[in-house]
């Protein structure tokens, strides 16, 4: 990296690192540093993380606690329903947490300083994932511990095939926020809607709380396409049959590869529809 | 012996959307070092026209290039050797003026960014405000940090769309003083989208009148005075706007 010093108005200069083809640690930095700003700004944006993953959690652990009174198939299916719910949280917070970080440069009307700035696509998605992340850290991490008080559920107890799990739904959670940041580039706030629903259609298909075996057969082609179904089968045989299913996981894996790079050409095609459109100025309708 | 580049240089730049030509094959260049003035009424093109200079939109057709470079192809290699600032993009609000300023000190790749801050902060006064949250802040402070934020990378090529507007007046004369000072001490190209013609007057070396996305004139302030036989550029750009240009200046000559 090289840099150059540029004097200016006053006594001011300002040293500027002349590296601009280069994929940038501090520029991914920067966004980390002004979503993380914006979170520890406002208590409500941290209270909405940990919130509604509690009440999921409480409401299925009490459900699994009823079933589980009456023995036989009905406890051997309930017995699945936290840790179904708390990937499923996975899954569904992994994505609201790139797009809501996305969602607040519309909201502030910032997009336009970002897209003009030497801020490039993949250190902006890298940032937004990690902002995913610290998200639902801050939002699973106390749930995660209070189903171990209230229910005697250990996630951390699944070791590395929560390890599998995991990396397999925040990456589905990832390839969908990434679709949505492309689309809300081209169509606006006009599309916000589908970041808080459109994870939603991925609940039946995926078999959270049921076997893909239940589904008709037609559904449950659609179904093993996605990745988020591999995790809970494999979720379900290591709960009920205490066997990992490593070959479920590499499975997911592969689909969840292909996701993530058709992602990044949908959102590199709507940034440039965005830009024929003009809407990158507007970003509000 | 060749002469220099232009800072800026458009050629036959035209956008076209679905409802009709926003911009219709306009060429102009800006020697380093000068001030532009972008004129023209609402829906004349002036920041489809500067949007497109910034790689915000895409143009049908024609070529942009700043610093050498074409825009939007190698949009990296010149993105952080410009800025914008513009009322109607604003930075987050519940950031604090320091935090604003940090984020994009570091996008732009700024190293010694607390000297940076704290020498910005005290060009434009901003010392006092510099923790407090961007939305507490009034229209005058707002302004005077999204111009910090378009300095912060001591820009060559600075865009600015409508800079003053709905500033009082000894805000915006303030704004303006600190704008000739940048321009004048840094040599740096400034291309200004106004409505207001007494900054344009004021600031501007040369003055590009748009109307319906195309040029219609393209002067030195006092050359289009004379041309036009008025005494301001406020009676030019009503001869302009309301399709008397022609005429008018048929009946100076």
């Known amino acids: 990296m090289t840099t150059a010093r540029i004097p200016v108005a006053g006594n001011r200069s300002a040293k500027i690192e002349r590296d601009p083809s280069a994929f940038s640690f501090a520029r991914v930095g920067a966004m980390v540093a002004r979503y993380w700003y914006l979170l520890r700004s406002s208590w409500p944006r941290v209270f909405d993380l940990i919130y509604w993953p509690t009440v999921q959690m409480f409401m299925w652990g009490f459900l699994q606690t009823y079933v589980g009174q009456f023995g036989g198939l009905p406890a051997r299916v309930g017995q699945t329903f936290i840790g179904a719910v708390m990937l499923w949280d996975i899954l569904f917070r992994g994505q609201l947490g790139f797009s809501i970080s996305f969602l607040e440069e519309m909201y502030s009307r910032n997009l336009a300083n970002l897209m003009i700035s030497p801020l490039k696509p993949p250190e902006f998605i890298s940032a937004l994932m990690i902002m995913s992340i610290i998200r639902l850290s801050i939002g699973m991490v106390p749930v995660s511990l209070l189903a171990i008080v209230f229910f005697g559920f250990n996630l951390w107890a699944l070791g590395l095939a929560l390890a599998a799990f995991f990396l397999n739904l925040i990456l589905t959670s990832w390839a969908l926020g990434i679709f949505i940041a492309g689309l809300l580039l081209r169509h606006g706030l006009g599309a916000e809607n589908m970041a808080w629903t459109l994870m939603f259609i991925f609940l039946p298909l995926t078999c959270v709380y049921y076997p893909v075996s239940v589904l008709p057969p037609w559904l449950a082609v659609i179904s093993w396409m996605l990745p988020p179904t591999y995790v809970f089968e494999g979720m379900r045989a290591l709960l009920t049959a205490h066997v990992f299913r490593a070959d479920l996981m590499a499975q997911a894996f592969a689909i969840n590869i292909t996701l993530i790079v058709l992602a990044i050409f949908a959102f590199l095609a709507y940034l440039r529809a965005a830009r024929r459109h003009g809407t990158l100025l507007q970003g509000s309708e | 012996m060749l002469a220099p580049e232009p800072a800026l240089a458009v050629s036959n730049l035209v956008k076209h959307y679905p409802g009709g030509i926003a911009v219709d094959g306009i060429s102009f260049a800006i020697e380093p070092g000068s001030i532009i003035g972008l004129l023209g009424g609402n829906g004349a093109g002036k920041t489809t026209t500067i949007a497109m200079i910034m790689g915000l939109v895409a143009p049908t057709s024609g070529t942009v290039r700043i610093l050498g470079h074409d ?165 030019v750009f009503l001869d302009v706007a309301r399709g008397r240009g022609e005429a008018v200046r048929e009946a100076v000559r």
């Open chain 2, 71 to 235: 825009m939007p192809r190698e949009r990296y290699h010149i993105l952080h050797r410009m800025n914008f600032e513009s009322p109607y993009v604003e930075m987050p609000h519940r950031l604090t003026v320091r935090q604003n300023l940090t984020v994009f000190a570091r996008l732009y790749g700024v190293v010694d960014r607390e000297a940076c801050i704290a020498a910005l902060a005290e060009e434009l006064d901003l010392t006092e405000l510099l923790d407090r949250p961007t939305g507490k802040l009034s229209a005058g402070q707002k302004t005077r940090v999204s111009l910090a934020k378009a300095l912060i990378n001591a820009p060559e090529v600075l865009l600015l769309d409508e800079p003053t507007a709905s500033l009082d007046p000894d805000t915006a004369d303030w704004v303006r003083t600190h704008l000739e000072h940048y321009t004048a001490e840094r040599r740096a190209t400034m291309l200004l989208a106004s409505h207001n013609m007494n900054e344009v007057e004021r600031l501007c070396d040369r003055v590009i009148m748009m109307k319906r996305g195309v040029i219609v004139d393209d002067d030195t302030p006092a050359r289009l005075l004379a041309r036009y036989g008025r005494n301001n550029l406020e009676e």
